[in-house]
T-cell receptor, first 110, second 115 residues
Framework: SQKIEQNSEALNIQEGKTATLTCNYT??????LQWYRQDPGRGPVFLLL?????KEKRKERLKVTFDTTLKQSLFHITASQPADSATYLC?????????FGKGTMLLVSP | KAGVTQTPRYLIKTRGQQVTLSCSPI?????VSWYQQTPGQGLQFLFE???????NKGNFPGRFSGRQFSNSRSEMNVSTLELGDSALYLC??????????????FGPGTRLTVT
């Protein structure tokens, strides 16, 4: 079955810098990857979806890349703000279920 | 458009009891999925319902069950509660179910504590 791996260590960056989060998958190349944001005690919120035939997707300050050779997706937040502090989850649908990584916590300090 | 709602938001139960959680999806969404989230295991898929039929099921014991009604509202039930069932239970709805790539819209979750 598909396994999603995200860096379990929190990422600490300064306001204004670009945050880069990594999502690696272990088996077959998925048709797409999704990225979600989750704040403490709340449900995840969908951010972006990138398909395997897309190299890059952008939405405002967010950018996602998909490298099927490296089996990896990178999630970038440019000009980061303290309000971007949250846990970011990567997900993909396997044969029948949506599989989530455990998420990476991002902390943006002023 | 109203988002996904879940009731109750918080619940405290004793080992051995059973619990029923409720989820109302976004209007027009026919697919409802349930997830269990714990600090150690992250988000784990429980089951998915589409048009009142269970489409997929995760790797959880039979104590975990669910159903979906004709109005797409869904309930999940956990019988004979164990301490390890303490978790945040999240419901998510989407426009379609199965292998679709449509994004999931999550509710706020029900925080279940088993003592």
């Amino acid at each position: 079955s598909q396994k999603i791996e995200q860096n379990s260590e929190a990422l600490n960056i300064q306001e204004g810098k670009t945050a880069t989060l990594t999502c690696n998958y272990t088996n077959y190349s998925p048709a797409y990857l999704q990225w979600y944001r989750q704040d403490p005690g709340r449900g995840p919120v969908f951010l972006l979806l990138i398909r395997e035939n897309e190299k890059e997707k952008r939405k405002e300050r967010l950018k996602v890349t998909f490298d099927t050779t490296l089996k990896q997706s990178l999630f970038h937040i440019t000009a980061s703000q303290p309000a971007d502090s949250a846990t970011y989850l990567c997900a993909t649908r396997g044969y029948s279920t949506l599989t989530f990584g455990k998420g990476t916590m991002l902390l943006v300090s002023p | 458009k109203a988002g996904v709602t879940q009731t109750p938001r918080y619940l405290i139960k004793t080992r051995g009891q059973q619990v029923t959680l409720s989820c109302s999806p976004i209007s027009g969404h026919r697919s409802v999925s349930w997830y269990q989230q714990t600090p150690g295991q992250g988000l784990q898929f429980l089951f998915e319902y589409f048009s009142e039929t269970q489409r997929n099921k995760g790797n959880f014991p039979g104590r975990f069950s669910g159903r979906q009604f004709s109005n797409s509202r869904s309930e999940m039930n956990v019988s004979t509660l164990e301490l390890g069932d303490s978790a945040l239970y999240l419901c998510a709805s989407s426009l379609v179910g199965g292998r679709s790539s449509y994004e999931q819209y999550f509710g706020p979750g029900t925080r279940l504590t088993v003592t």
